[in-house]
């Protein structure tokens, strides 16, 4: 009965999970890529990465890497063994500018401090950039903003890669080549790295964690904006998250107006970890309001404070549910965490038919297109990524394509070494 009583709460509110029908959005956000391709501010950028993707990672080649995001900096070396990409002599610290803010210089010192001692091994350097920034066509990246909790001061406009190379050849080291590339081009060039292209029938990258995005790969004429006339292959960042025409409720206009960028990237907020846990928040305290829960539940849930993707996934697998007052209580918010992860499922496979519907790949049965994916959700989500699963295939059935998900861990780094030494 609570599960019923759950449903209708969800279906009032326009929160159900159904409301998201796969393969109609796909269709649907296959044309706003197309229309990304073709003009300048479309809501799907699809921006050019400019990284090629043929050919294999030559074996002993190797690479200095570096990963900037978040709070964390890492460098490190990486060589591409017959095993795989080893890694070795990483450090690993906290990003300047967290706590007090940090000049542009500051930044790039410190970066060339952390890989000096690893230049002598090799010229190439790929330098995953995740933070906002348009990649020119010598792969440098320019500067928009860097947030999250970092502050660097005096970087909009500076190109990441030629600050650093100058910075280094300051210091007497010279004949360095570093590519910048994103997280989500990272994951799929990492997750890549090892598979035997001449059985893949197509790649995708995706991030499904506690943000949202995806990458293809497609020819260069197929970017109306650039006019270029060229079959060479590259990368192209779909900046996803976002997509703003999605079914949104209720509660998903709340969090909006609540965020600190109100009026953008909608279906990250409808999918990734960061908000799915402020969006169960929202709804139980709707569902107390409404005399839905019992008030000791809603006293218990209020102790607890902030809950994330992890809780969730608890409770859709009907675990940590002991605050709950009442049995009824317990399935109801089940049933609520449930809906939650199908409804991210099924945007994200609308994603991901998407570009299947883009590309026109994975047609051939001994050639699936293989989405290289990472992220929490899709590592450790235990209801979420069955449910992606399932869509998945349930999709690309009707409409005759064939894929299989790759899901990785920790593929920034070798994604960086590939990027470096695959476009030299």
């Given at each position: 009965?609570s ?7 969800l ?11 796969p ?18 501010g ?18 002993g080649d ?21 095993r795989?990409?080893?890694l070795s ?5 906290k990003?300047p ?5 940090a ?5 790039i ?13 090799t ?6 950039f ?14 928009i ?11 909009e ?19 360095k080549?570093c ?25 995708i ?12 790969v497609l020819?260069?004429?197929r ?11 590259i990368?192209?960042?779909?900046e996803?998250?976002?997509y703003?025409a ?19 990237k ?14 169960a928040?929202?709804?139980l ?5 409404e ?24 409770w859709a697998?009907?675990?940590q549910l002991e605050?709950?007052a ?9 049933t609520?965490a449930?809906?939650l992860?199908?409804?991210?499922a ?15 790949e ?7 297109v ?25 999709c690309?059935?009707?409409i ?7 899901v990785?861990e ?5 994604g960086?070494a ?6 030299r």
């Open positions: 009965m599960r019923e009583k759950a449903l209708r709460f279906e009032r509110h326009a929160m159900s999970a159904e409301r998201i029908e393969l109609a959005e796909a269709r649907r956000m296959t044309e706003a890529m197309e229309e990304g391709l073709r003009r300048e479309a809501v799907l950028p699809m921006i050019p990465t400019y990284l090629r993707t043929d050919g294999q990672v030559p074996v190797c690479a200095v890497v570096i990963d900037a995001g978040g709070t964390n900096f890492r460098a490190g070396l990486i060589r591409m063994t017959e795989g990409p080893e002599r990483m450090v690993k610290k990003m500018g967290i706590g007090k803010p000049t542009w210089d500051e930044f010192s410190f970066v060339a401090d952390a890989i000096e001692p690893l230049t002598a091994e010229d190439d350097i790929g330098f995953c995740s933070y906002s920034a348009v990649i020119t066509p010598e792969i440098d990246g320019q500067v903003r860097i947030d999250k909790e970092v502050v660097i001061t005096g970087s406009g500076k190109l990441v890669g030629a600050s650093l190379i100058a910075e280094l050849e300051r210091r007497g080291i010279h004949g080549h590519v910048i590339l994103n997280d989500t081009a990272a994951v799929l060039l990492g997750g890549s790295a090892t598979l035997d292209k001449s059985r893949c029938g197509g790649l990258g995706q991030v499904s964690g506690t943000g949202t995005n995806t990458c293809c020819p260069l004429r970017i109306g904006k650039l006019g270029r006339d060229e079959d060479t292959g990368l192209v960042n779909l996803s998250g976002m703003d999605l079914p949104r409720g209720d509660f998903d206009l709340l969090l909006d107006r609540q965020s600190n960028n109100p009026g953008m909608w279906l990250e907020k409808l999918t990734a970890g960061v908000y799915l846990g402020e969006l928040r929202l709804m305290n709707a569902a107390a309001d005399g839905l829960i019992e008030a000791g539940t809603r006293e218990a849930l209020r102790e607890l404070g902030h809950f994330d993707s992890a809780v969730l996934d608890a697998c009907g675990e605050h709950c009442s049995e009824e209580d317990r399935a109801f918010l089940q609520l449930q809906e992860f199908s409804r991210s099924r945007a994200m496979c609308a994603n991901l038919i998407g570009i299947l519907l883009l590309t026109g994975g047609c051939n049965p001994e050639k699936p293989v989405i290289c994916a990472e992220g929490s959700l899709v590592q450790k989500g235990r209801y979420y990524r069955p449910a992606l699963e399932s869509w998945l295939s349930r690309a059935d009707e005759s394509r064939h894929v299989r998900l790759q990785g920790e593929t920034t780094l070798p960086a590939a990027a470096a030494l695959l476009n």
